[in-house]
Nanobody, 123 residues
Framework: QEQLVESGGGLVHNGGSLTLSCTTSDFSLNAYAVGWFRQAPGKEREAVSCISASAGSPYYADSVKGRFTISRDNTNNTVSLQLNSLKPEDTALYYC????????????????WGQGTQVTVSS
């Protein structure tokens, strides 16, 4: 069931930056791990990043490591994903979810998700 709301997507040039946000008005995200996924047309969904409730040792996919940073703001009930040094291959629909954990295969099970925000990187 969709209960998360993403924002911050847009159109940027190669090398540009964006900050995506994930929030909900239905419950507190503080006690949940939050993960980001992306899916481009014709491609499989990719698990991009995950941050645990304690915000320790975030997960990053190899394709974004060193360029993306996940963080959480418990005061504002928000988890953000900072996207730097964007490339055309980062173009996708990005959406957040609340996985059961951020450990091995964290992307397999989650309770809530959003509809996503589009990121388009022009070359």
């Amino acid at each position: 069931q969709e209960q998360l709301v993403e924002s911050g997507g847009g159109l940027v040039h190669n090398g540009g930056s964006l900050t995506l946000s994930c929030t909900t008005s239905d419950f507190s995200l503080n006690a949940y791990a939050v993960g980001w996924f992306r899916q481009a047309p014709g491609k499989e969904r990719e698990a991009v990043s995950c941050i645990s409730a304690s915000a320790g040792s975030p997960y990053y996919a190899d394709s974004v490591k060193g360029r993306f940073t996940i963080s959480r703001d418990n005061t504002n009930n928000t988890v953000s994903l900072q996207l730097n040094s964007l490339k055309p291959e980062d173009t996708a629909l990005y959406y957040c979810a609340t996985p059961w954990h951020c450990g091995t295969n964290w992307w397999l099970r989650y309770d809530y998700w959003g509809q996503g925000t589009q990121v388009t990187v022009s070359s």
